[in-house]
């Protein structure tokens, strides 16, 4: 049975991944193909899409890169 979070997502967790998702649609990428990109799993991806797993800075980053985006255009939702 899965664990209950403890305290509740942040906001600004759910809209990052709300876009993360939408870039990758837009560029029509598959879950897996952002995954290789980030060198990180499907199911790393599908969380970080959720909001259900809070990314570190550095991969925020990564994000950018590889939707070759800035870091202020992928946290402005």
Same mark, same amino acid.
């Given at each position: 049975?899965?664990? $209950?979070? $403890?305290?509740? %997502?942040? =906001? &600004? &967790? %759910?809209n990052f991944g709300k876009k993360i998702k939408e870039l990758r649609i837009e560029r029509k990428m598959s879950q897996m193909d952002v995954g290789a990109a980030l060198n990180i799993d499907r199911e790393n991806v599908r969380k970080y899409e959720k909001g259900l797993q809070e990314p570190k800075l550095s991969t925020v980053i990564k994000f950018a890169k590889i939707f070759e985006i800035s870091f202020?255009? =992928?946290l402005n939702f």
């Amino acid at each position: 049975m899965p664990r $209950k979070r $403890k305290t509740p %997502i942040p =906001l &600004v &967790v %759910i809209n990052f991944g709300k876009k993360i998702k939408e870039l990758r649609i837009e560029r029509k990428m598959s879950q897996m193909d952002v995954g290789a990109a980030l060198n990180i799993d499907r199911e790393n991806v599908r969380k970080y899409e959720k909001g259900l797993q809070e990314p570190k800075l550095s991969t925020v980053i990564k994000f950018a890169k590889i939707f070759e985006i800035s870091f202020d255009e =992928l946290l402005n939702f």
